[in-house]
């Protein structure tokens, strides 16, 4: 039962995530592929791909990698997602 409620956790991260990139015009698209270490293809135009084989949270670590690297200060974040961004960015 506690895994489920983990894995929940996570799965609303990511939604908090994609309603995030929808402010910020940002696509996220969860695809396989060739994906070295566990970082996150930032394209110029705006498109995030991330490796849906991965587990959830390191997809939702990867997701913060990733929105780190924009400008987002002028947008209103979720507390929870901004921590984790913040996290992210701090340990660069």
């Known amino acids: 039962m506690r895994h489920k409620r983990i894995n929940k956790k996570y799965e609303e991260l990511i939604n908090d995530f994609i309603d995030l990139s929808d402010k910020l015009d940002v696509r996220i ?3 396989k592929g060739d994906f ?3 970082d ?7 498109v ?3 490796n849906k084989h991965k587990p959830l949270e390191q997809r939702v670590n990867v997701l913060a990698k990733c929105f780190s690297k924009m400008k987002i200060d002028n947008v209103y ?3 929870v997602l901004r921590e984790l961004i913040d996290k992210v960015k701090s340990e660069k």
């Open 48 to 50: 995030i791909v991330i």
């Open 77 to 79: 974040i979720k507390p």
């Open 40 to 46: 996150c293809l930032l394209f110029s135009d705006n």
């Open 36 to 38: 070295y270490g566990d």
């Open 29 to 31: 698209i969860h695809d």
